[in-house]
C-alpha cells in the first residue's frame, strides 16, 4: 500500500513553463519534506512543513500543505533547464517515525 | 545543514564478493541511521533502521543475511552486501537521523554498486 501518492511520475516540459506536482494521502502526516535529487546524489532536502494550509516559497518554488495535513503540493514558476531532477515527497504519518515517501516526480526541463 | 558522507562513492566488485559501504555523520550523533535502495528515477526504498548499539530493523523482504548493518558508534553505521549478485547492483543511500534538530534526516551522497 503506498501511503503517499505522487504525481505525475514523469514531466516533460519547456523552459518558461509552469508546473505542479502532487503528493496525496489518505493518512494526516504530521510533517511533510520536499527533496530534490540529482542523478547519482543522495537527496537534498527543500523544505519541511509542519502546519495544516502552510505555504512556504523558496525563489521560484513554491510548497503548499493542505488544510487537513493529508496532502501537498509544489509548484514551480518559469522553470528552468536547472530545475531538472527527480523530485521526492516524503512524511511522518502521525507519531511514525519511518519517514514514508512518494515514489516521485521525474522531471525535464528542455532548452 | 547537517552532513552525512558515505564511502565509497563507487564500487565495483565480481559475483560470490563482499563489499562493505560506510555512512558516518560529520557533525552530529546519530543513533539511528537508514539504509536505502534505489532503481533509476525511482524513489528511495528503505531496506533497513540501523540503531547504535542494537541489531537492524530489516523491512519486510530484505534479506538480513545478505545485507548485513553494523551501528558500532553514534557516527559510524555499515552496510555490508555478501555474496554480491548483479541483481544487487544498485544506488544504495544511507540517511542519519538528527535528535536535537526535530528528527530531520540527513541524506549521504550514495553509493553506486556494479557487480559483475
Known amino acids: 500500500t503506498q501511503l503517499l501518492e505522487q504525481s505525475p511520475q514523469f514531466l516533460s516540459i519547456q523552459e518558461g513553463e509552469n508546473l505542479t506536482v502532487y503528493c496525496n494521502s489518505s493518512?494526516?502526516?504530521?510533517?511533510l519534506q520536499w527533496y530534490r535529487q540529482e542523478p547519482g546524489e543522495g537527496p537534498v532536502l527543500l523544505v519541511t512543513v509542519v502546519t495544516g494550509g502552510e505555504v512556504k516559497k523558496l525563489k521560484r518554488l513554491t510548497f503548499q500543505f493542505g488544510d487537513a495535513r493529508k496532502d501537498s503540493s509544489l509548484h514551480i514558476t518559469a522553470a528552468q533547464t536547472g530545475d531538472t531532477g527527480l523530485y521526492l515527497c516524503a512524511g511522518y504519518a502521525g507519531n511514525n517515525r519511518k519517514l514514508i515517501w512518494g515514489l516521485g516526480t521525474s522531471l525535464a526541463v528542455n532548452p | 545543514g547537517a552532513v552525512v558522507s558515505q564511502h565509497p562513492s563507487r564500487v565495483i566488485c565480481k559475483s560470490g564478493t563482499s563489499v562493505k559501504i560506510e555512512c558516518r555523520s560529520l557533525d552530529f550523533q546519530a543513533t539511528t541511521m537508514f539504509w536505502y535502495r534505489q532503481f533509476p528515477k525511482q524513489s528511495l526504498m528503505l531496506m533497513a533502521t540501523s540503531n547504535e548499539g542494537s541489531k537492524a530493523t530489516y523491512e519486510q523482504g530484505v534479506e538480513k543475511d545478505k545485507f548485513l548493518i553494523n551501528h558500532a558508534s553514534l557516527t559510524l553505521s555499515t552496510l555490508t552486501v555478501t555474496s554480491a549478485h548483479p541483481e544487487d547492483s544498485s544506488f544504495y543511500i544511507c540517511?542519519?537521523?538528527?535528535?536535537?534538530?526535530?528528527?530531520?534526516?540527513?541524506f549521504g551522497p550514495g553509493t553506486r554498486l556494479t557487480v559483475t
Open positions: 493518512s494526516v502526516f504530521s510533517s
Open positions: 540517511s542519519a537521523r538528527d535528535p536535537t534538530a526535530s528528527y530531520e534526516q540527513y
